[in-house]
């Protein structure tokens, strides 16, 4: 449960991102239309199909990159979960004493692919940063022939590492604070990892988890 002033703080950074992703989009928007040509609406239906399938299998990455593609999967489904877990989380901060399915068996399902959702999609970070960062692997590599302004190259490398150190921010404090809220609790089974990692917690007063 979040306090009144973190409540305000929170609705404050929701609308300075929107706003900053309204402008983003809207540049990207107007560079698209200035194309030549019509974008075309007559099979929308189908389009909006193919984008939600290219979505959830990531283009069949699989087929080209068998290791690689299975942390990509993780990061990309990971999130596709997100989706629900953010909304649920800014619920249970916002309305008090709310527990999204309660104790119910669908809750603890819920509670275990968050718990999963989370681990998977936080390695598979680490593993994609460490490939372009750490083993610089060629295939992430520009191509001498391939014709890029030097500062879209650079911006390439410096926007992954800040998205990259920003999910691993976002997944990492939230799996923390549920650990903290684990232990405070007494242990949730269904949470596998945070209820292994919150054993690391178990000497500290309930002052110090409500804090942590």
Known sequence: MLTTIEKVLFILLIIVAGI?????????????????????????????????????NQGEIIHRRRITSLFHYAVAWGFIFYLLVNFIDVLEGFIPGFVFLGDSTAGG??????????????????????????????????????????KAAKGIRRDSLIVGLFILCHLGFRFLGQSFLVAAEGGDQWQLFANLFSNLFSGLSTEALEVG
């Not at 540049?27 to 200035?34: H, S, Y």
């Not at 989370?118 to 680490?126: D, L, Q, Y």
């Open 109 to 150: 399902i819920y509670r275990f692919l968050a718990d999963l959702f989370t681990v998977a999609a936080f390695t598979g970070v680490v593993y994609l940063l460490l490939r372009r960062f750490v083993a610089k692997d060629q295939q992430l590599v520009i191509n001498d022939n391939v014709k890029v302004h030097p």
């Open 20 to 56: 900053a992703a309204y402008i983003t989009f809207s540049q990207m928007v107007r560079t698209i239309f200035r194309g030549q040509g019509k974008i075309k609406i007559d099979n929308i239906g189908g389009a909006i199909w193919r984008l939600i399938l290219a979505f959830i």
